[in-house]
């Protein structure tokens, strides 16, 4: 079985798969986190892999930048591919001066403007949520490796380059949103559409009110603390 986006056959994915943007970033979580590797996409060079971890199987693959994009990508693996489980591990720009550089954000619910869900599914709310289970499950593994994890609402941006760039004050204040990122509120959506579990990690790549960020580099390789935590829900 394949998708016009995903050419991997049936047994090829794990039950749980982990979800950077970057597909470089899923290349580097497979080369340097998973044993037992082999390679089940390279569509439109959206890699995918599937390992084991701790001797549990678990797959890595990139989701692309956007709700779109990740909204194809996550609807095929729970749809076609019987996922069960998607951590989304991101990047994301802080609204807070209280999130620094390389802290992890863990989110409870995704804010957004975009149509994504009343399009796809006809959901009017501005609000998808993760799975409750999910997270409670990132939040025991985080307090078992004693890596410290902020619980919170996240914006999802259609957007990038904002022209009104002050906005983000006011979507941080009226809507209680800690960090930006582009693509948890779609594949919220799309796990609650199709009764499946998700959930979002992101590492503070960027902040919007001291201006501090990282480099591409350290945004595609050095993002180990998130990636630890996600690797562990191997089931």
């Known amino acids: 079985m394949s998708t016009p986006h995903n050419s991997a056959v049936e047994g090829q994915i794990a039950k749980t798969v982990l979800m950077p943007g970057d597909p470089l970033r899923a290349k580097y979580i497979a080369e340097n986190f998973l044993e037992n590797v082999t390679q089940f996409n390279t569509v439109r060079n959206m890699f995918g892999y599937t390992g084991t971890f701790q001797g549990k199987q678990i797959s890595v693959m990139g989701s692309g930048m956007g709700m779109p994009s990740i909204g194809i990508y996550s609807y095929e693996l729970y749809k076609f591919y019987d996922v069960e489980n998607i ?71 259609d957007v990038f380059y904002r022209e009104n760039f002050a906005v983000f004050n006011d979507i941080r204040d009226n809507h209680g949103c800690v960090a930006v990122e582009m693509e948890s509120f779609a594949l919220f959506h799309n796990a609650n559409v199709l009764n499946k579990k998700a959930a979002c990690l992101l590492t503070i790549s960027d902040n919007l009110v001291t201006h501090e960020e990282t480099s591409a580099d350290e945004r595609q390789n050095a993002f180990t603390n998130m990636m630890e935590i996600a690797l562990r829900i191997a089931e």
């Open 87 to 157: 951590i989304r591990i991101g990047s994301a720009g802080a609204y807070t001066k209280d999130l620094n550089l390389y802290d992890v954000v863990l989110a409870d619910a995704a804010w957004s403007e975009s149509t994504f869900a009343k399009t796809q599914g006809d959901y009017e709310d501005d609000l998808t949520y993760p799975s409750k289970e999910l997270n409670e499950r990132i939040l025991e593994i985080a307090k078992e490796i004693k890596m410290p994890v902020t619980l919170g609402t996240i914006h999802s941006s």
